[in-house]
């Protein structure tokens, strides 16, 4: 932009200025602003909805239109604000904030691997609050290695790790080399988190999901193949606890052996089997998958030949 900021420029001030407000706010006067700003831009932002529509569709059966879809789309606005501002908020709280408010389903799956000795692969969507749960687990002597998008302008990446990192979070940048360097981790036992339900380029392996075809990151397959770790598929969800205060619950699903898979399919099925967990922990809150883009393949520009 000729004289002025970029778009990507804008939104590192867009990011940084709500930051401000989230932190400025209480907190139920700051859970009513999201969702009142999840509204608006449910009425607002028609590319979006439609397509997030067409996405809750598949997952929930409700056709296109009906009531029963029309709320669901809106509670994912809602949903995806609340995200935003608890994740702004975040750097605030202290390490018993996260022990206080988040309860975790499944976790002596990832206690035995590390008693073993085993490096772990935690799979997880873009579903709940992903955030939460990696301060929790640092909170909880569990520290969890973790993959980012490089965003532009690199600030506003830079912007997001040191963020994260304040929460106990280790970033990797998905860049060249990434997979030898969460291999690396793995190797010293250490808990490496991927989320694995958006292929950003679509070129991962082709799965089934929700009965159609989608492209999966190829990621969690490939280290799982490369290290042996045990692949644990997880999900987060919003809770309100009895109080009225708001929470997090995450379930994990029993461990995937990645050793049970080999020949030259070995991957794609490997993915297909992640693909299978993370529909059963989407399936139970599709308003809280917060995929707003084109997903399956039939949503997808066509790839040049």
């Given at each position: 932009?000729?004289?002025?900021?970029?778009?990507?420029?804008?939104?590192?001030?867009?990011?940084?200025?709500?930051?401000?407000?989230?932190?400025?706010?209480?907190?139920?006067?700051?859970?009513?602003?999201?969702?009142?700003?999840g509204?608006?831009?449910?009425?607002?932002?028609?590319?979006q909805?439609?397509?997030?529509?067409?996405?809750?569709a598949?997952?929930?059966?409700?056709?296109?239109?009906?009531?029963?879809?029309r709320?669901?789309?809106?509670?994912?606005?809602e949903?995806?604000?609340?995200?935003?501002?608890?994740?702004?908020?975040?750097?605030?709280?202290?390490?018993?904030?996260?022990?206080?408010?988040?309860?975790?389903?499944?976790?002596?799956?990832?206690d035995?691997a590390?008693?073993?000795?085993?490096?772990?692969?935690?799979?997880?969507?873009?579903?709940?609050?992903?955030?939460?749960?990696?301060?929790?687990?640092?909170?909880?002597g569990?520290?969890?290695?973790?993959?980012?998008?490089?965003?532009?302008?690199?600030?506003?990446?830079?912007?997001?790790?040191?963020?994260?990192?304040r929460?106990?979070?280790?970033?990797?940048?998905?860049?060249a080399?990434?997979?030898?360097?969460?291999?690396?981790?793995?190797?010293?036992?250490?808990?490496?988190?991927?989320?694995?339900?958006?292929?950003?380029?679509?070129?991962?392996?082709?799965?089934?999901?929700?009965?159609?075809?989608?492209?999966?990151?190829?990621?969690?397959?490939?280290?799982g193949?490369?290290?042996?770790?045990?692949?644990?598929?997880?999900?987060?969800?919003?809770?309100?606890?009895?109080?009225?205060?708001?929470?997090?619950?995450?379930?994990?699903?029993?461990?995937?052996?990645?050793?049970?898979?080999?020949?030259?399919?070995?991957?794609?099925?490997?993915?297909?089997?992640?693909?299978t967990?993370?529909?059963?922990?989407?399936?139970?809150?599709?308003?809280?998958?917060?995929?707003?883009?084109?997903?399956?393949?039939?949503?997808?520009?066509?790839?040049?030949?």
């Amino acid at each position: 932009m000729r004289g002025g900021l970029s778009r990507s420029e804008a939104m590192f001030y867009v990011y940084v200025a709500l930051s401000r407000v989230a932190l400025t706010l209480p907190e139920p006067l700051a859970y009513g602003f999201a969702r009142a700003a999840g509204g608006v831009a449910f009425r607002v932002a028609r590319t979006q909805r439609t397509q997030v529509e067409k996405n809750l569709a598949r997952i929930t059966g409700h056709p296109i239109p009906s009531a029963e879809l029309r709320a669901c789309v809106k509670r994912a606005f809602e949903s995806y604000a609340r995200y935003w501002l608890e994740t702004f908020r975040h750097v605030r709280e202290t390490p018993e904030f996260f022990l206080e408010r988040f309860e975790c389903e499944g976790l002596q799956w990832v206690d035995e691997a590390r008693s073993r000795g085993s490096g772990v692969i935690i799979v997880g969507a873009h579903l709940g609050n992903w955030d939460a749960a990696g301060a929790w687990a640092a909170a909880s002597g569990r520290p969890v290695t973790a993959v980012a998008e490089v965003l532009s302008p690199r600030r506003l990446f830079d912007f997001f790790v040191a963020h994260r990192e304040r929460l106990g979070i280790s970033i990797e940048p998905a860049s060249a080399g990434v997979i030898g360097r969460l291999k690396a981790a793995v190797d010293e036992g250490r808990m490496v988190a991927i989320v694995g339900d958006r292929d950003l380029r679509g070129r991962g392996p082709q799965v089934s999901f929700f009965n159609e075809p989608a492209p999966l990151p190829a990621g969690p397959a490939l280290l799982g193949l490369r290290t042996g770790a045990p692949i644990m598929v997880m999900g987060v969800y919003g809770t309100r606890r009895a109080d009225g205060r708001r929470g997090w619950r995450a379930h994990i699903l029993e461990p995937i052996d990645p050793a049970a898979y080999s020949g030259p399919h070995a991957l794609t099925e490997l993915t297909q089997e992640v693909a299978t967990r993370l529909e059963r922990l989407i399936a139970v809150h599709p308003e809280e998958w917060h995929v707003f883009q084109p997903f399956w393949s039939a949503d997808r520009p066509a790839r040049p030949s």
